[in-house]
């Protein structure tokens, strides 16, 4: 009993983890069909952020959250304004935006190194202690992260399914011009999406530093997790990503405990391959992915 | 890219030389005293000495690739003070090896030699380094010290001394992390410190060379010491939960947990996983306990971790005097045991070349093979204890593992986390320790 609930745990915790890092760019590309290879850079900067509005203007903890996603969004606005922006409407964006944000990735990483330096740091926002079932201990920390994946994903589907904003970037993804046709503000719309993908990005740094530590690079392994899941699950599926973000973990977990830990993510890349032979689009997507 | 360098001022009067040496008094450990007296109250005035260093500047290991180039510089200025290498100063330069692959690191070797001539190489680590830095260096001629603690240089070097003449490890291979640690058990169960409730031992490692050689050198000894491998993990990097690691292990609990794996933030995760539910093991970690983060993030679960070094800061006077000196140049959190590696590195260089009439530059083969005999000859003591070459591999001797006089090779260090508030005691091994193993409080 005490091995299933440790194993439940685990995959639970690792599947938050990876919700959290996925959203961001699972919505980036749903609405823009844009890759944001500066996602992991967002997710350091995010960390880093928190922990300077705590320790350097000694906020509170829910406080200095929203000052690390005011500066996630402000970064997103950045990245629309000077690499988005220009491209728009260009042949072969899809490409070169995927090109440029590898670019403002390496140059954010840089910029958190030259501010905060290379030495790994704890991030102050995290809670101690959790609670003990049978032998098997949950950190409230684990909960906590788990909690926000939930109310991301959430707020995520709602901010799509259920506003008028949501409707507009629906309309965008499915067909740019006829949208624009329908008075949609196109440019408004990336815009808001890449401000809205870098603050959600900021509160996943966050999440994801309180679990490990602050690195220039920390967001480098979650963004590659992060990118698979997305394929698995069809790139651009906010609420798909976060099933298949919660499913890779359980699995994970419980091959790491059956087999060895050295297995889980080869295995994990093996089911990946065997679902994309079997439906090309991932396992919620509605067309094919995008080779580039 | 050339560093702006924060200079000792070169005194404006030549001084005594019994006034030079107090003045200059721990300056490279019983070295800096030894460079000065050579130097004879020269200043470093003449021609500058390009010395280089390719270190990760950037990416996962930049952490201590900013420790070795302040280990450098701080070196440099220290030597100039004492009149550089026969009155003519050295000059650092680096070139970032990033995420250590061997392209990267021939590449940015190759930059120091053609773009500034360096006479020596004075490296931290590298872990994708193999042989191909050693290739450069034995094409150029000049002398190369580094710290990558691999037995691979061991092989390289005793598979062709007469090519690879100038490249030195400064410190023992990381081989020898397995029979000392396996030794230091027996000694601390011996001295009635730590009993075993069982003859099992877990050792988890992390893919790579390094993690790999060290984790397989203490199971194939094991059964020497009368330990059974119960389990032998391969964990991906980085790794935050444990829970699947844990579950095994309380299934089958070891008297000994061995991780290999460095990432500070992964073994601290470990140990906040561990304690709540923890196994009644004595837990030996690698490297990682030494940087501050580890104890920041695991906090009060950190206290009792064992780890080690075969290269590190002595807690004694040379030492201290270097972390005081260190800390109050680069800041509180500096890391000075990662910095002091290429400074004695430097030391070692410096000595050796002032001994054998002076550096070489790239080319000059005579001149840098009189170097480098004096460097495969020298005792050195440096603020990480006795560099002495193994002639056979230019590599440093471990202590007490491969040479049983502590004045004849680089001291094994085993440290103890005891407050979470402080650094690691150093309990082992003697005459060196400066604090009693504790026994962890989950050991009961």
């Known amino acids: 009993m005490d ?19 996925t959203v961001g760019l699972a919505l980036v590309f749903g609405a823009l069909n844009m890759l944001n290879m500066a996602h992991g850079a967002l997710l350091a900067l995010g960390g880093y952020a928190c922990m300077w509005a705590m320790q350097s203007l000694g906020l509170p903890a829910p406080l200095a959250a929203l000052v690390a996603m005011a500066v996630g969004a402000a970064v997103g606005g950045a990245i629309f304004v000077l690499a988005a922006r220009p491209m728009l409407g260009q042949e072969g964006f899809e490409t070169r935006i995927f090109i440029a944000t590898i670019g403002i990735g390496l140059v954010l990483e840089n910029v958190i190194h030259k501010f905060f330096g290379p030495q790994p740091q704890a991030q102050p926002l995290k809670l101690d202690g959790g609670m003990m079932f049978g032998r098997v201990n949950l950190p409230w920390q684990n909960v906590l992260i788990f909690v926000t994946a939930v109310l991301m994903m959430v707020g995520v589907a709602m901010l799509l399914g259920r506003s008028r904003l949501g409707r507009a970037i629906r309309a965008t993804s499915m067909n740019r011009d006829a949208a624009q046709l329908m008075g949609v503000p196109i440019r408004r719309i990336y815009a808001l999406i890449l401000m809205l993908s870098g603050a959600l ?27 698979i899941i997305c394929v698995v699950a069809g790139l651009g599926n906010v609420p798909g990503a976060a099933g298949v ?12 405990y059956v087999f060895g830990v050295q297995y889980a993510f080869a295995i994990l890349l093996c089911l990946v391959i065997v679902v994309l032979i079997w439906r090309p689009q991932g396992i919620f997507g509605e067309r094919e992915v995008i080779r580039l | ?87 003519r100063p050295l000059e650092p330069y680096f070139e970032d090896t990033r995420q250590m692959g061997d392209a990267t690191n021939v590449q940015a070797v190759q930059r120091l030699i053609d773009r500034y001539g360096v006479h020596a190489v004075i490296n931290g680590y590298n872990v994708g380094s193999g042989s191909a830095i050693p290739d450069v260096i034995a094409d150029s001629g000049v002398i190369y010290v580094h710290y990558d603690a691999t037995m691979g240089h061991n092989s390289l070097i005793a598979s062709d001394p007469e090519r690879y003449y100038g490249s030195f490890q400064g410190c023992p291979a990381e081989y020898w992390y397995g029979p000392g640690f396996l030794d230091f058990l027996r000694n601390i169960e011996e001295s009635g410190q730590f009993t075993r409730s069982n003859n099992k031992m877990a050792v988890i490692l992390s893919a790579g060379v390094y ?132 400074y ?37 003591r440096g603020v990480c204890g006795v560099t002495r070459m193994n002639p056979e591999e230019q590599s440093a001797r471990a202590f007490p593992t491969e040479v049983t006089d502590p004045s004849l090779g680089m001291p094994h260090q085993f440290l103890q986390i005891q407050d979470h508030t402080a650094g690691g005691k ?5 005459p060196y320790d400066t604090a009693e193993f504790v026994k962890p409080s989950w050991l009961g």
């Open chain 1, 3 to 21: 091995v299933t609930l440790q194993i439940l745990f685990s995959g639970l915790t690792l599947g938050a983890v990876y919700a959290v890092s």
């Open chain 1, 201 to 227: 990005a900021a509160l996943s740094g966050i999440m994801i530093s309180s679990m490990s530590s602050l690195l220039p690079n920390m967001g480098a392994d979650p963004m590659l997790k992060a990118f």
């Open chain 1, 245 to 256: 973000a919660f499913a890779l973990g359980i699995l994970e977990a419980l091959i790491q």
């Open chain 2, 1 to 87: 890219m050339k560093v702006n360098k924060v200079k000792l001022a070169a005194p404006n009067v030549i001084p005594g030389r019994r006034t030079f040496l107090k003045g200059m008094a721990g300056f490279g450990g019983a070295a800096g005293g030894l460079l000065a007296g050579i130097n004879d109250g020269a200043r470093a005035q003449g021609a500058a000495i390009p010395v280089g260093q390719a270190a990760p500047l950037t990416d996962f290991a930049a952490a201590d690739g900013v420790e070795f180039r302040n280990g450098l510089i701080m070196a440099c200025d220290e030597i100039n003070a004492l009149g550089g290498i026969l009155g």
């Open chain 2, 211 to 342: 993690a790999a050689n060290i984790a397989n050198a203490v199971r194939d000894q094991a059964a020497e010491f009368g330990w059974e491998i119960s389990m032998f993990e391969t964990v991906n990097v980085p790794i935050s939960e444990w829970g699947p690691t844990l579950a095994r292990l309380r299934e089958d609990p070891p008297a000994v947990i061995c991780v290999t794996h460095f990432f500070p933030a992964d073994l601290a995760q470990f140990m906040l996983q561990f304690v709540p539910n923890p196994t009644p093991s004595l837990i030996y970690m690698q490297y990682g306990p030494s940087l501050p983060a580890f104890r920041e993030i695991a906090g009060a679960a950190s206290e009792g971790v064992l780890y080690a070094t075969v290269v590190g800061a002595l807690q004694d006077e040379i030492g201290l005097a270097f972390e005081e000196r260190y800390k109050e140049r680069f800041g509180a959190n500096a890391g000075h045991n990662s910095g002091a590696q290429p």
């Open chain 2, 344 to 380: 004695d590195g430097a030391y070692l260089w410096a000595v050796a070349a002032a001994m054998a009439g002076g550096t070489g530059e790239p080319d000059e083969f005579d001149q840098n093979r009189l170097v480098a005999d004096r460097m495969r000859s020298l005792i050195y």
């Open chain 2, 426 to 430: 150093l309990i082992a091994p003697w």
